[in-house]
């Protein structure tokens, strides 16, 4: 699948009126970290780090960067905590189909391709899927057309009852373990668009859905929560993992990440090796 390019404004802004000072302190007491901490990881004092957070001292652009890098602030709200001081934003936030990011654009596709007969996808802040492999295509099969639609939203595809819900075995358990990335998420980057989708989402799950126990083989040790889904009469258990891009100086790059289903039994690699011959 091509790579489509996607805004999504994930970021809420700065509250009126209150400087950066406020936002300082709320990612610190968010990070469980002390002014005294902070100060000593940033090369600052107590006394500086309180005077900023109080308003009695304006923090140089230097200061304001160099304390949310040691407060790991999101690359975009990095450029709210600027903005609020009164700087100009230090991070482009460049569209994916721009000629600058052509080179992103065709290794990402590399990467996924690289990793077919296993399913593998590239998603924004927002979840929208902006590239897939086959092996994606593979999962998708059975769910209407009505939901792949563009853009696509992988959360959407997952938990809708018309989407993969049906057919994932331990659905209440996969269920569970995406609404709680996603409240990760929501409390890291404090996006509207994102809690929305969460409420969409959240909605979704109707009475009979619980996990089917019974259904089930015997228990096999797994080294991380497996997705069960069921695919042309057979049961293929998967481990998801999440990759994002280290040290990004673009917004739209720090927001991109790429997810692997591999996996969580031989009978599965088996079954999607002879699918790729």
Do not use: C
């Not at 969460?198 to 009979?208: C, I, N, R, W």
């Amino acid at each position: 699948m091509t790579i489509v390019p996607t805004r999504t404004d994930t970021a809420a802004a700065a509250p009126a009126g209150k400087g950066v000072g406020p936002l300082l302190r709320a990612w610190r007491e968010r990070r469980r970290v002390s002014q005294l901490e902070l100060a000593l990881r940033a090369d600052s004092s107590a006394r500086h780090i309180s005077f900023v957070e109080t308003g009695r001292s304006r923090p140089s652009e230097e200061m304001v960067l160099r304390l949310a890098e040691h407060l790991d602030v999101p690359v975009r709200e990095r450029n709210s905590l600027l903005l609020a001081a009164g700087y100009a934003p230090h991070y482009p936030e460049t569209p994916l189909d721009d000629p600058a990011l052509d080179a992103l654009r065709e290794g990402l596709e590399r990467l996924i391709q690289g990793y077919e007969p296993y399913p593998a996808l590239v998603v924004d802040a927002g979840y929208t899927v902006v590239a897939a492999n086959r092996g994606i295509t593979m999962l998708l099969d059975g769910v209407p057309e009505s939901l792949l639609q563009p853009p696509l939203n992988a959360m959407r595809l997952t938990l809708h009852p018309q989407g993969m819900a049906p057919r994932i075995r331990n659905l209440g358990e996969w269920r569970g373990h995406l609404l709680a990335q996603m409240e990760r998420q929501i409390a890291l980057h404090r996006s509207e668009p994102l809690r929305a989708l969460y409420e969409e989402v959240a909605a979704y799950l109707a009475p009979g859905t619980a996990d089917r126990e019974d259904e089930q083989p015997a228990p096999v040790p797994h080294f991380a929560l497996p997705m069960r889904i069921e695919h042309d009469g057979r049961v293929l258990s998967f481990v998801s993992s999440i990759a994002t891009f280290n040290t990004p100086m673009d917004v739209t790059v720090s927001e991109l990440a790429i997810e692997t289903f591999l996996p969580a039994d031989p009978a599965t690699a088996k079954y999607l090796h002879a699918l790729g011959d």
